[in-house]
T-cell receptor, first 116, second 115 residues
């Protein structure tokens, strides 16, 4: 069965601190994709990144970086020099093959609070 | 700009009422999804549709049905609303394109309260 675990329910940091959000996944598929989404207070999930199971290269986008390690089934997300606007709920998700389209299995989410 | 819209941001209904949640996307996407979001549980898939009039059950379809008569519109129906269906409902769409793992685009959500 596919499963995504985000063990951190809530994290609070002070602005400019670095913060890492953990994501551990389970799947028996050899081909899969991992995603991170951000849900700001407005409610709409915003896509951040997609990574396929064959590409373990880390990725950096501005203050955001992602560390994918198949050996530990983890896909962690780091925000460098956090800002108040980073306050949101962050979801990690695993895409699995199902029927005619991809289905996403989401973790429970991590609430990030960045204080000024 | 990519757009998924949902008919209501907030909805209050009474137990036993039939409830319709509407979702419209303007990206000509084949796939559409309905999720419910509850604290501590993340998003759980209720139903999805990969084409007009085609649908598949997700992980928690009990108490729900769906309708997709046009490509751009996907409706979630609560046949007889119950208090345990109080939740945030999120609609999403995606296009298989060259990859069946394309990202999903989400609407703003409908917060449904059943009294």
């Amino acid at each position: 069965a596919q499963k995504v675990t985000q063990a951190q329910t809530e994290i609070s940091v002070v602005e400019k601190e670095d913060v890492t959000l953990d994501c551990v996944y389970e799947t028996r598929d050899t081909t899969y994709y991992l995603f991170w989404y951000k849900q700001p207070p407005s409610g709409e999930l915003v896509f951040l990144i997609r990574r396929n199971s064959f590409d373990e290269q880390n990725e950096i986008s501005g203050r955001y970086s992602w560390n994918f390690q198949k050996s530990t089934s983890s896909f962690n997300f780091t925000i460098t020099a956090s800002q108040v606007v980073d306050s949101a709920v962050y979801f990690c998700a695993l895409s699995v093959v199902g029927g005619y389209g991809n289905k996403l299995v989401f973790g429970a989410g991590t609430i990030l609070r960045v204080k000024s | 700009d990519v757009k998924v819209t949902q008919s209501s941001r907030y909805l209050v209904k009474r137990t036993g009422e039939k409830v319709f949640l509407e979702c419209v996307q303007d990206m000509d996407h084949e796939n559409m999804f309905w999720y419910r979001q509850d604290p501590g549980l993340g998003l759980r898939l209720i139903y999805f549709s990969y084409d007009v009039k085609m649908k598949e059950k997700g992980d928690i379809p009990e108490g729900y049905s769906v309708s997709r008569e046009k490509k751009e519109r996907f409706s979630l129906i609560l046949e007889s609303a119950s208090t345990n269906q109080t939740s945030m409902y999120l609609c999403a769409s995606s296009s298989p394109g060259q990859s069946m793992f394309n990202e999903q685009f989400f609407g703003p959500g409908t917060r449904l309260t059943v009294l």
